[in-house]
């Protein structure tokens, strides 16, 4: 009968070696965790073609007041003469404005903002998915409507969402417009020891989660078509 098993032997760490390995993950999970939200809440402002920094600034609406301060001081230093406010329906209730465009541009206004500096809303319309994709269609397409047609734009988001908010606005209008992306500091959560807290545990690896999604993931459809509207019934 032939011989099912064979005896080798096998090199195992000892508890000094196990230590050693254990120390090398501690270090390696420490620097990732470190690593990754610089790697998400990126802030890297836009050029046009002829090297002029962008002047139109997109706040998208559902940040939280504190970062909405951060966007107000961003415009207050200058150099953006039209700030657009994006966003869709408020899901909260009793809501004072229908849609969290409005909302932020109402904020921005009250606050006091620069001579000549324009605030537009341009909200989006109710989607169960790809929010923030659907919102920079409405963005683009409400430009367009304008007749604006922008060479360069950033767009200011919160934290850990800047990585994958630049990453849908470019999809969204296309290689012929810089987009830039200026991130908030959080408010609700120490950014550098994301891993302290709940809120930060769930909102960076929530969003490390996303922007892997959207890598491998996710194909916008063609401008222009009813599948980038799908939001909208069609006639």
Same mark, same amino acid.
């Given at each position: 009968?032939?011989? &099912? ?57 559902? *940040? ?9 001081? &961003?415009? #207050? ?6 700030? *657009? ?33 324009? $605030? ?17 269609? !409405?963005? #683009?397409?409400? @430009? ?8 360069? @734009? ?15 606005? #470019?999809?969204?209008?296309? +290689? ?17 020891? !994301? !891993? ?8 960076? *690896?929530?969003?490390?989660?996303? $922007? ?7 194909? +916008? ?12 019934? #069609?006639?």
């Amino acid at each position: 009968m032939p011989r &099912l098993l064979r005896r080798k032997e096998v090199w195992w760490p000892t508890a000094w070696g196990w230590a050693l390995v254990l120390g090398m993950a501690a270090a390696l999970a420490a620097a990732a965790a470190v690593g990754v939200r610089g790697f998400l809440a990126v802030s890297e402002p836009s050029r046009a073609p002829d090297g002029t920094p962008a002047r139109l600034l997109v706040v998208e609406g559902w *940040i939280t007041p504190g970062e909405m301060d951060q966007a107000l001081a &961003l415009i #207050r230093r200058g150099g953006y003469t039209h700030v *657009i406010t994006s966003g869709g329906p408020m899901n909260t209730w009793p809501a004072a404005y229908p849609d969290f465009a409005a909302r932020t541009r109402a904020y921005l206004l009250t606050q006091g903002l620069p001579d000549g500096v324009q $605030v537009t809303a341009l909200p989006a319309p109710f989607t169960r998915q790809d929010r923030t994709y659907a919102s920079a269609v !409405w963005v #683009r397409d409400g @430009l367009h409507s304008a007749g604006m047609r922008p060479a360069a @734009l950033d767009v200011f988001t919160s934290g850990v969402h800047a990585r994958r908010t630049r990453t849908i606005f #470019r999809m969204a209008f296309g +290689p012929e417009v810089a987009v830039g992306v200026i991130s908030a500091d959080p408010t609700d959560y120490d950014g550098p020891r !994301w !891993w302290r807290s709940s809120a930060g545990a769930k909102t960076v *690896i929530g969003e490390a989660l996303s $922007v892997a999604w959207t890598a491998c993931c996710f194909w +916008p459809p063609p401008a222009g078509s009813h599948e980038e509207r799908w939001a909208v019934p #069609r006639q």
